[in-house]
């Protein structure tokens, strides 16, 4: 561990200017923090992580792959991940960011991984069907369920007895709105600590050294803090060359965008189902139309309250919808 960069964390004062950190979820800030040959460092200390208790040993080494899984035929279709990796094992390590909510997402996250098990196949006689393993990995910045959770792991198995037919497919999905927690001491797992540190650099409410004073002071072991150390100068803006920085800007750019976008349509869609429900009820009377209006609205509101994790009793006393309603919402 270099002093000198202890010292540096610990050298914020009051009233400083504030550095500038950059949001990890924008593909292009992803990418630079974990998918170059330069910061392979983060992606192992990451994967070593998120995979704890899966993992017979850690993982010392990576090598990257061709991210573009090109369609075997002109009509197939082409994919292009965030991140794909392999160990020295051979296993593959498939790493999506996904900041909008898409429809299927774990039906997409299955294609992926068989696009890859069907990249292994070999022409000709000797193809014998000794797979590698591939990890299917899914940051997600939203709930795809009623009642998400921060961690879903899926496997191939008997659904009765849990009797696992491969394990060479292990997909990962990670609703990170689910995170609640409020400081790194609060997080239990070290994918929880790693997931914590993320979302602080996107809340961009702390500077780089308040961030790498939170980790001196929680008392992570070497390894963990010396990637998390590396992860944060990697995401200081200020260490960026000019180039760089323009390209971070203009994707960032484009991540705000896409998410003004995002927030008016949802909004849009709460309001004209109010209007929808209100044109249908005037057609057979003026206060069926209102109410149904209302029920309407009542019924998008509570669902996109739910959605983002506030407690059935609260969404049920602010919209007086019965918890059985919101709970089949």
């Not at 983060?42 to 573009?68: H, P, R, T």
């Not at 004073?213 to 963990?224: M, T």
């Not at 209302?294 to 049920?316: N, P, T």
Request: aromatic share 8%.
């Amino acid at each position: 561990m270099s002093e000198q960069r202890e010292a540096q964390a610990c050298a914020g004062r009051c009233g400083a200017e504030k550095c500038n950190v950059m949001n990890p979820f924008v593909d292009w800030s992803f990418k630079h923090l974990f998918g170059t040959e330069r910061n392979k460092r983060n992606l192992i200390g990451f994967l070593n992580m998120i995979l704890e208790a899966e993992l017979d040993s850690k993982i010392v080494d990576i090598q990257y792959l061709n991210n573009e899984n090109i369609s075997s035929d002109k009509d197939g279709r082409e994919c292009i991940f965030d991140i794909l990796c392999k160990d020295e094992a051979n296993t593959r390590f498939l790493i999506e960011v996904q900041n909008a909510n898409i429809s299927y997402i774990r039906n997409r996250m299955l294609y992926y991984a068989c696009r890859l098990i069907d990249q292994m196949g070999k022409i000709g006689k000797d193809w014998d069907y000794n797979i590698d393993k591939v990890y299917s990995i899914c940051l997600m910045n939203f709930t795809y369920e009623q009642q998400p959770t921060l961690r879903r792991d899926f496997l191939l198995c008997e659904p009765n007895t849990e009797n696992i037919l491969t394990d060479k497919i292990h997909i990962i999905m990670l609703q990170l709105p689910c995170l609640q927690a409020k400081s790194i001491d609060e997080c239990t797992e070290l994918y929880e600590k790693l997931l914590f540190l993320l979302l602080e650099m996107k809340s961009g409410m702390k500077t780089i050294e308040e961030l790498k004073r939170a980790v001196y002071e929680h008392g992570l072991n070497e390894e963990i803090k010396e990637t998390f150390l590396n992860v944060l100068d990697d995401a200081d803006l200020a260490s960026l060359s000019r180039e760089n920085k323009a390209q971070y800007e203009a994707k960032l750019k484009s991540y705000r965008d896409n998410r003004a976008c995002l927030d008016y349509a949802i909004e849009e869609g709460i309001l004209q189902g109010i209007a929808k429900g209100e044109a249908i009820g005037m057609e057979k009377g003026m206060k069926e139309g209102l109410e149904k209006g209302m029920e309407k609205g009542k019924l998008e509101i509570a669902k996109s309250l739910k959605q983002q994790g506030i407690s059935i009793e609260i969404i049920s006393k602010c919209t007086n919808l019965s918890i059985e309603k919101i709970n089949s919402l």
